[in-house]
T-cell receptor, first 117, second 114 residues
């Protein structure tokens, strides 16, 4: 069983640029969540995708957007990068049997470290 | 809105000594509670979770946690720490309203001294 993988491992961008981060969910999982972890902080929920639809969003501006593909992998896109976007971006996957099912355990990937200069 | 407080930013413990990391949460309903561990440059590994039932939960690596509803707490304990336990520990509360959103505390950094 393959766990959650993320690419790239590290990334350096400059202010105003756009970035795309990728996540492959664990085999059999249909839900992906993205979190931002700034240095010295706990992870903060950005959004979740369930069966290719956004299923909840945290307090992040619209320049943070995402996609989930039919194979349940996912992308996080950030436009107009700002210095404060420098962080570790974590992806987590889970299996949600139905849209109304209760909490399902998430499994985290190793993260992508984004540095904005 | 749900929230988690970890009052201790940094704790230093001698190897072999006992450990307790504090966590207080705020949530309107019965919470789903978690403890995660993060080693430098790594992702998050789940230590244990509480969904319902027995308020004392056992996890991996010899960790346990106790859910106390009256105190809104979910403290993590280990009777004897090992040098390999040095890491960042995060307490989190999970949503039970349609998605798996986790709200994390700011973490407690654990240092082990010989």
């Amino acid at each position: 069983e393959t766990g959650v993988t993320q690419s790239p491992t590290h990334l350096i961008k400059t202010r105003g640029q756009q970035v795309t981060l990728r996540c492959s969910s664990q085999s059999g999982h249909n839900t992906v969540s993205w979190y931002q972890q700034a240095l010295g902080q706990g992870p903060q929920f950005i959004f979740q995708y369930y069966r290719e639809e956004e299923n909840g969003r945290g307090n992040f501006p619209p320049r943070f957007s995402g996609l989930q593909f039919p194979n349940y992998s996912s992308e996080l896109n950030v436009n107009a990068l700002e210095l404060d976007d420098s962080a570790l971006y974590l992806c987590a996957s889970s299996f949600r049997p139905t849209a109304l099912s209760s909490y399902n355990e998430q499994f985290f990937g190793p993260g992508t470290r984004l540095t904005v200069l | 809105a749900q929230s988690v407080t970890q009052p201790d930013i940094h704790i230093t413990v001698s190897e072999g000594a006992s450990l307790e990391l504090r966590c207080n949460y705020s949530y309107g309903a019965t919470p789903y509670l978690f403890w995660y561990v993060q080693s430098p440059g790594q992702g998050l590994q789940l230590l244990l979770k509480y969904f319902s039932g027995d308020t004392l939960v056992q996890g991996i690596k010899g960790f346990e946690a106790e859910f106390k509803r009256s105190q809104s707490s979910f403290n993590l304990r280990k009777p004897s720490v090992h040098w390999s336990d040095a890491a960042e520990y995060f307490c989190a509360v999970g949503s039970n309203f349609g998605n798996e959103k986790l709200t994390f505390g700011t973490g407690t950094r654990l240092t082990i001294i010989p």
